[in-house]
Nanobody, 115 residues
């Protein structure tokens, strides 16, 4: 089982990034997918959620209206489109796949928002 994130980097405030997370080794479409983030000195927090076969998404209040989670079950990939980025969005972003007792994590990708 693998989850591989990509798309992180350095961006100026107000800019955009799109994170991708490619899954393999499991039936991707069954799994609920989440993006988490962890800033230095802070606990890991759930940022966005999308159910296994699509449907209603959910976001932490601080990113509502700026971030969009989506998935492509043919490409076994989940995305996080991040717009209007703020310095407080700086963190390592992780994708997570969960279905019953299965709980898989990627290695994380760094997002830094700074001028």
């Amino acid at each position: 089982v693998q989850l591989v994130e990509s798309g992180g980097g350095l961006v100026q405030p107000g800019g955009s990034l799109r994170l991708s997370c490619a899954g393999s080794g499991f039936t991707f479409s069954r799994y609920n997918m989440r993006w988490y983030r962890q800033a230095p000195g802070k606990e890991r927090e759930s940022v966005a959620f999308i159910p296994g076969y699509g449907g209603s998404t959910n976001y932490v209040d601080s990113v509502k209206g700026r971030f969009t989670i989506s998935r492509d079950n043919v490409k076994n990939t989940v995305y996080l489109q991040m717009n209007m980025l703020k310095p407080e969005d700086t963190a390592v972003y992780y994708c997570n796949a969960r279905w019953y007792n299965d709980d898989y994590w990627g290695q994380g990708t760094q997002v830094t928002v700074s001028s």
